[in-house]
């Protein structure tokens, strides 16, 4: 029921930035968690970064300290914020959220990222 469209994928250099965008057709602020994933070709989905209703975010490893998660309730939008990309941060990237009381989870239908040397 939960629609996510997300955006702002691109090609960019090695040591740029983006940011990415995920609209939420109901309020972020009913949803318990809500998150990032990436899938790179020939690899396994992976977690990227969440944030909880409660504030609190958690990040993968290999982008903790480069990327940021926040949202915007006014806008239903939560964004990823990607700083000194890497050739190997090229993947799609999906947006997932949970509402409160839920007992699955929906995803948008991602948005390529890609990093060139």
């Known amino acids: 029921q939960v629609q996510l469209v997300e955006s702002g994928g691109d090609l960019v250099q090695a040591g740029g930035s983006l940011r990415l965008s995920c609209e939420a057709s109901?309020?972020?602020?009913?949803?318990?968690?809500v998150g990032w994933y990436r899938q790179a070709p020939g690899k396994q989905r992976e977690l990227v970064a969440l944030?909880?209703?409660?504030?609190?975010?958690d990040f993968a490893d290999s982008v903790r300290g480069r990327f940021t998660i926040s949202t915007d309730r006014f806008a239903n939008t939560v964004y990823l914020v990607m700083n000194s990309l890497r050739p190997e941060d090229t993947a799609v990237y999906y947006c997932n959220a949970r509402p409160i009381h839920s007992s699955r989870d929906y995803w948008g239908q991602g948005t390529q990222v890609t990093v060139s040397s």
């Open positions: 109901e309020n972020i602020l009913t949803m318990d968690v």
């Open positions: 944030i909880f209703s409660s504030g609190r975010t």
